[in-house]
């Protein structure tokens, strides 16, 4: 038995090191198989997110470093159970060419080690468990290893299998261990396809672009095989690197055409939809989203991106429609009290603005007048006190606050400008200066609300 056990030691210890590390690729190159049957090359992983695959395709350039473009795809047109398969295939590939050999040669190492030790072993039941626990973890480990070496685990295994009957022998020992008839069937891989021809690159640029949602995929993928094309030389006849040309330039200036077509539409519905929104005209706004599915279907539905972007525009046209009707229904409720209370307050803002220049003088520091000076605390004295006692609704309530205001800053600096001329001090002068200033820009903003109270609320 120790002399089987020898043995086996030493052939799991020349299994580990006949196989020839393969060369390693920088990437695992993918195939994204269609339900016609065509495939992508993918260089490395793709990913599927939501109804879309994205995964980068080679394009021209040399193979150590190929030009990549970004490409998607609607996962309906996959032809999934394949391209699973396809891709398990590729990963074993690429675990076999990168870490197998050394996974295999440190399990084959752990296993010459129990082996010894159940050679050394004194103890036959302690060695036979040793055994057979060695013996499962040799044949679970292809299955979570892409089934790497398996044919070599299987030679191993059933001779490990003979170790143990010989071990049960010894121990004295006749039950027997279910768990060591048989282990997983061998993993069968799909074939590796090579790496793309150049003529396999142009078909599956046209391919993508004919599936791309996107028309700045579509032409983008389309310049991509005039390059190909161009790059080709030799590899391509003349007449057919000429017909290839020909149907990439005229898939492109189609394209052009239909963005053009697809903007003008935009142009015409967006100036439409503004200008029924500027007046407030709901029904008008609503029509032109109505027509913009008839149009889109009469252009046969190429651009969904562009309609997508029109629709939302037109949708924010028709919230300021509505927000605009709504201003101008309260605007008439208000109407009336808008126009009571102009002409309630119309001769005390008249009085403010016949005084602008007064108040112009005084803020320049030139005048006016003495004579002029008393007139205007006569005729400003109380009239800011009359309109703090008056009664307006709240929505009015801004505009009458700041009139107040306009009125007792004229007040100030009418008082301030005497005081500077009785004392003959500048710096009193330039308060009253300060204050005129503000009364002039606070009648200013009065005038500009009190007509914008009385037109109908505009689109800003």
């Known amino acids: 038995m120790i002399i089987r056990i020898a043995a086996l030691i030493a052939f799991v210890s020349l299994a580990a090191t006949t196989a020839a590390q393969a060369a390693v690729a920088d990437a695992t190159l993918f195939r994204i198989f269609l339900r016609d049957g065509a495939s992508f090359v993918s260089y490395g ?31 309906g047109e996959v032809d999934w159970p394949r391209t699973d398969q396809y891709s398990e295939a590729a990963r074993a590939q690429r675990y076999a060419d990168t870490r197998g050999e050394e996974d295999f040669e440190r399990l084959s190492n752990d296993v010459a080690r129990v082996l010894n030790e159940v050679a050394l072993a004194s103890d036959k039941n302690a060695a036979l468990a040793s055994a057979e626990q060695a013996r499962q973890t040799l044949a679970n480990w292809p299955a979570t290893h892409y089934g790497y070496r398996q044919r070599d685990v299987r030679e191993v295994v059933a001779l490990l299998d003979e170790a143990i009957s010989d071990l049960r022998a010894s121990a004295g020992r006749n039950d027997f261990n279910l768990a060591l008839v048989a282990m997983p069937e061998e993993a069968g891989y799909e074939s590796l396809l090579g790496p793309p021809t150049v003529m396999e690159q142009i078909d599956a640029t046209f391919r993508a ?55 003008a539409l935009s142009r015409r519905f967006l100036a439409l939809a503004s200008s029924a929104a500027g007046q407030a005209r709901i029904s008008d706004v609503e029509r032109v989203i109505k027509q913009v599915a008839k149009e889109d279907k009469n252009l046969g539905g190429r651009r969904p991106e562009v309609v997508q972007a029109l629709d939302a525009s037109l949708q924010v046209q028709l919230d300021n429609a509505r927000r605009l009707r709504l201003l101008r229904d309260r605007w008439q409720i208000r109407r009336t009290s808008f126009r009571q209370y102009q002409r309630t307050i119309n001769s005390q803002l008249l009085q403010l603005v016949k005084i602008q220049s007064s108040l112009d003088a005084i803020r320049r520091l030139n005048g006016p007048s003495v004579t002029t000076l008393v007139s205007l605390r006569s005729r400003l004295d109380g009239g800011a006190d009359r309109l703090q006692r008056m009664t307006v609704p709240d929505y009015l309530r801004s505009t009458h606050e700041l009139l107040v205001s306009a009125w007792r800053f004229a007040e100030s600096a009418v008082d301030i400008r005497y005081d500077a001329v009785s004392s003959g001090n500048v710096t009193i002068a330039w308060q009253a200066s300060s204050s005129a200033a503000g009364a002039l820009l606070m009648v200013e903003r009065v005038q500009h609300d009190i007509r914008a109270l009385l037109e109908p609320p505009r689109l800003e």
């Not at 997110?49 to 080679?58: A, R, T």
């Not at 080709?232 to 005229?250: Q, Y």
């Not at 189609?254 to 053009?260: G, L, N, T």
Request: hydrophobic share 50%; net charge negative.
């Open 45 to 75: 992983e793709f990913a599927r997110v939501g109804d879309q695959v994205v995964f980068s395709m080679p394009v021209g350039g040399p193979a150590e470093q190929p030009r990549l473009h970004v490409i998607t795809v609607p996962a």
């Open 209 to 263: 672009a004919r599936l791309a949602p996107y028309v700045a995929d579509r032409i983008s993928l389309l310049q991509e095989s005039l390059a190909l094309v161009a790059e080709a030389g030799s590899a391509l006849a003349p007449s057919e690197a000429a017909r290839l040309r020909h149907l990439a330039e005229d898939q492109i200036h189609e394209e052009a055409v239909i963005d053009d077509r697809y903007a």
